[in-house]
């Protein structure tokens, strides 16, 4: 019999039947618990309780005052979640000033809790905030120390209002209102987390936004949050992360009335001139484009800020050392330290156009807050300099800046085997209003020098002291040549003039007839020993004396250079064994290297 009842259950479609019939009985009645469970829940719970749960969590995180706008939404499928339509923060002042702005508010919540009346909510979801940070015209600033902060280090779990918080699409404004401010900064499409679990917990955050253009993320992770916040030191990690430029700090920081931060340092950019025109907004070709980077262990102090064990590169050069900055209190801003550069190239540097002097080209502006705003002392040591034609090498230096007044002192290099020292100082009025330099070249070689000056025509070669004056009140990077005035003196001994056959030129000149100085080019002049004296201004130079001294004879030259025209015009005489009853006198016109002699008789007794 049994085995008929189970083949009959088996061959029949009665186990179908009633299989079907309950799945749709199972279904039906979960359909119609969630029903019942969405319908009635919100009996229970109130939205006024959750509002009033928001309102109290917002006031203790800003120590503001909250007011949520519209009817709060309660959602329990498939979680419980609350959705609050708007937020806005104020100062608790009786004439309040804003803080924040939440377009929108969502959290989750234990519903047992809700049902207990303990409403607790986390994962809190924050869209389109707004935070206002204002300094007011009298320096108050609207957000105030929340009362968390001021509590004992043993907080408990139940004064914790935080837990995970995300942000969507929010905005930072910071306002400066105060006299001379004029700080405005507008931070745009914030998001990302914020996790802090409890007070007694690591709070990590993670944030990105993009600005100019350029997509950046911070990130911070600090296992003592409060205090830190509390003006206490922790350990903490940040760092910033974008395409122009990236940054990372790991030590002992806080946030005090003077913050503090102790640890390693590092920051990089592809691109130093790119990173300038990301921070302008616009193009710049001002700096070279090589890339920027730092690394040094840092520490600040109240108004201090040390740099130690420093790795700088910068357009390609590298140098390390040691910088100490001071910010003291009324007075003005203050760098001090020692750099010893690799390598330094001058020539990739393009200095702010002159057009934009006294204007608020940005460019003009930071080159006037760079020298009329800092006192500088830095000590610069660099294995290679190089400054248009020169090559320096095992450089010395140091730059002091000191209000308007800036300098740059060479102590000692080394240039075409001689020591070259000097310095050069811009106008106490600004570089706008010019400098002067003053050098000095010793025991060089000077045909090395003036090859690399790429001088042609007859050149003087040998070792021998050049000392150079100059000056101009016309802006030092629109300075051309006629706009320099200053004194020059040459010494040299035994050298020699290349390019210039002494007894060819005699001949010529004995012609009685015109004749190009390349005409006696074969050869070359000796001596003994060679003074020139030079002076010039307002494009033009006036030589003094150019007399070269020889065992063969000598030669004496004066007269002036138009050297804004390029053309001559002196007057010389040359002695030799076969002249020293009569020396030839002729002048020199025309333009360098293709100078036109011509000989006295020529000139005072024409044809």
């Not at 931070?187 to 993670?206: L, M, Y």
């Not at 060479?410 to 600004?430: E, F, P």
């Not at 020889?550 to 804004?564: C, D, E, K």
Request: charged share 20%; aromatic share 8%; hydrophobic share 40%.
């Amino acid at each position: 019999m049994t085995r008929q009842i189970l083949h009959i259950w088996r061959s029949s479609s009665l186990r179908s039947r009633i299989g079907r019939r309950h799945l749709v009985w199972s279904a039906g009645i979960g359909i119609g618990l969630a029903i019942a469970y969405n319908a009635a829940l919100p009996l229970v719970i109130s939205t006024t309780d959750a509002r009033a749960t928001m309102e109290r969590m917002l006031d203790g995180w800003s120590g503001g005052k909250s007011r949520i706008g519209g009817e709060p939404e309660i959602r329990f499928w498939p979680e419980p979640e609350l959705t609050l339509s708007s937020a806005t923060i104020e100062t608790d002042e009786s004439t309040p000033r804003p803080l924040a702005h939440i377009g929108r508010i969502t959290a989750s919540f234990s519903l047992l809790a809700a049902l207990r009346g303990e409403p607790a909510l986390d994962d809190i979801r924050f869209v389109d905030p707004v935070v206002t940070i204002e300094r007011a015209a009298d320096g108050t600033v609207n957000w105030k120390r929340p009362h968390w902060l001021s509590l004992p280090e043993t907080t408990t779990e139940e004064d914790t209002p935080f837990g995970d918080i995300t942000i969507e699409n929010g905005r930072v404004r910071i306002l400066d209102r105060m006299a001379g401010g004029g700080l405005d900064i507008d931070i745009p499409a914030i998001s990302g987390t914020v996790k802090w679990p409890s007070f007694a917990e690591r709070i990590s955050a993670q944030l990105s936004t993009t600005i100019g253009g350029e997509a950046i993320d911070w990130a911070l992770i600090c296992d003592e949050p409060l205090a830190l916040f509390a003006g206490r030191n922790a350990s903490l990690r940040t760092s910033l992360t974008s395409a122009p430029l990236t940054f990372s700090f790991e030590g002992i920081g806080n946030l005090s009335m003077y913050p503090f931060a102790s640890g390693h340092l590092q920051a990089s950019a592809p691109s130093l001139s790119a990173l300038l025109a990301w921070y302008r907004g616009t193009s710049s070709g001002t700096l070279p484009a090589g890339a920027f980077s730092i690394d040094a262990m840092v520490a600040t102090g109240e108004k201090t800020l040390k740099l130690d064990d420093l790795q700088l590169v910068m357009g390609g050069a590298t140098a390390t050392g040691v910088l100490d900055i001071a910010f003291p209190a009324g007075d003005t801003p203050r760098v001090e330290g020692t750099l010893a550069f690799d390598r330094i190239d001058l020539n990739g540097i393009t200095p702010p156009n002159a057009k934009s002097a006294g204007t608020s080209d940005p460019e003009w502006q930071m080159a006037e807050s760079l020298f009329g705003a800092w006192r500088a002392d830095v000590r610069l040591s660099s294995q290679e300099v190089l400054v248009g034609p020169l090559h320096l090498t095992e450089v010395a230096a140091g730059v002091m800046i000191n209000g308007n007044r800036v300098s740059l002192d060479i102590g000692d290099s080394t240039y075409a085997n001689g020591i070259l020292s000097g310095r050069a100082v811009l106008s106490d009025k600004g570089p706008e209003h010019g400098g002067k330099l003053q050098m000095s070249l010793k025991d060089a070689d000077f045909a090395a020098v003036l090859n690399s000056l790429g001088l042609k025509g007859p050149t003087p070669s040998g070792r021998g002291t050049l000392n150079l004056d100059l000056a101009t009140d016309h802006p030092v990077w629109a300075t051309g040549a006629s706009d320099l005035s200053g004194r020059l003196t040459f010494s040299l001994a035994n050298g020699s003039l290349a390019g210039f056959d002494a007894n060819a030129f005699v001949d010529l000149v004995r012609r009685g007839e015109f004749f190009s100085l390349s005409e006696a080019s074969d050869g070359a002049f000796d001596f003994q020993a060679a003074d020139i004296e030079a002076i010039f201004g307002a494009g033009v130079a006036r030589l003094n004396r150019a007399n070269f001294t020889g065992p063969s004879g000598g030669m004496a030259i004066t007269g002036v250079i138009p050297y804004r025209t390029g053309s001559l015009a002196l007057a010389g005489t040359l002695e030799n064994p076969t002249t020293v009853n009569q020396p030839l006198r002729f002048f020199v016109g025309g333009t360098w290297p293709n100078a036109v002699i011509s000989p006295l008789s020529v000139l005072v007794e024409p044809q």
